[in-house]
């Protein structure tokens, strides 16, 4: 998982999708182990997503900020937390490789973007040694992608400090 969340090797996160299924449901069926997923696993997450495809590449998956909360916090319950700092990239690697330097180590985060959306969501150490999961969704901006990933470095940078 290291290297599709340093990837964000789209391709790799819907073979998975499809393994799992096969694994757990004896066939390559995306749509029921997605059903499967949420009517056990996900049960509780806080708004039912539109979930249509495990790539990520697709307009029609529709998660909220509260939902990927909700997951990141049901992974470091499950696997703890210093399994999923090996997993998630930290600054100036995998997908934050130009950001989060000054950071790196106290920040551990996927990103997900789409033309005119970006997400960030993970795990933030702030310098009080406070831990915090947060969840950062920005759409329909007109900057270029880099100047909102600056904005948001910025603004997480000022949480771990203050924090």
Request: hydrophobic fraction near 35%.
């Amino acid at each position: 998982f290291r290297l599709m969340m340093y990837r964000s090797d789209n391709f790799y996160a819907e073979q998975t999708l499809l393994m799992s299924s096969n694994q757990l449901l004896g066939s390559f069926e995306e749509e029921q182990m997605i059903d499967s997923l949420l009517k056990s696993d996900f049960k509780d997450i806080p708004k039912k997503p539109r979930w249509v495809d495990g790539s990520g590449l697709s307009r029609y998956n529709l998660f909220t900020p509260k939902d990927f909360i909700y997951i990141i916090d049901k992974l470091q319950k499950e696997f703890g937390t210093e399994k999923l700092k090996y997993i998630l990239p930290t600054g100036g690697t995998g997908t934050l490789k130009n950001y989060f330097i000054s950071d790196s180590s106290f920040i551990y985060a996927k990103t997900g973007s789409f033309s005119n959306n970006f997400c960030l969501s993970g795990i933030i150490t702030t310098k009080k040694n406070r831990q915090f999961v947060f969840s950062i969704m920005l759409n329909n901006y007109q900057d270029s992608s880099t100047d909102v990933r600056k904005v948001i470095e910025k603004y997480l940078h000022g949480i771990r400090m203050e924090n």
